[in-house]
């Protein structure tokens, strides 16, 4: 069984910047996770993909977080991270991790199998 554990969130001022890392863990053969993934949902609002990773490299990106949040990760320590910048009120929300093996459309969070269970981000004005 997989498990990912996620770390970073914190409360900020708009226009500042803020580290996620998401960390897996669990049998060795169960680590080819193939798609990796950041969600966050907001309360009242529906969960939604910010970004994703596939074992290609290739990443993508909702519209709101473009050019602001860059998604990274480190194979070796099985780590996923988001780097968020120029943070904006409206990007409070919790933040999950989510991995899986195979997935159709990288920023639907239906298509995910793991998820962590998340980390408080607050950007007051």
């Known amino acids: 069984q997989v498990q990912l554990v996620e770390s970073g969130g914190g409360s900020v001022q708009a226009g500042g910047s803020l580290r996620l890392s998401c960390s897996a863990s669990?049998?060795?053969?169960?680590?080819?996770?193939?798609?990796m993934g950041w969600f966050r949902q907001a309360p009242g609002k529906e969960r939604e993909g910010v970004a994703a990773?596939?074992?290609?490299?290739?990443?993508s990106y909702a519209d709101s977080v473009k050019g602001r949040f860059t998604i990274s990760q480190d194979n070796g320590k099985n780590t996923l991270y988001l780097q968020m910048n120029s943070l904006k009120p409206e990007d409070t929300a919790m933040y999950y991790c989510?991995?899986?093996?195979?997935?159709?459309?990288?920023?639907?969070?239906?298509?995910?199998?793991?998820w962590g269970q998340g980390t408080q981000v607050t950007v007051s004005s």
């Open positions: 990773i596939d074992e290609d490299g290739s990443t």
């Open positions: 989510a991995a899986s093996y195979f997935v159709g459309d990288l920023l639907t969070p239906s298509e995910y199998k793991y």
């Open positions: 669990g049998p060795t053969f169960s680590l080819y996770l193939n798609c």
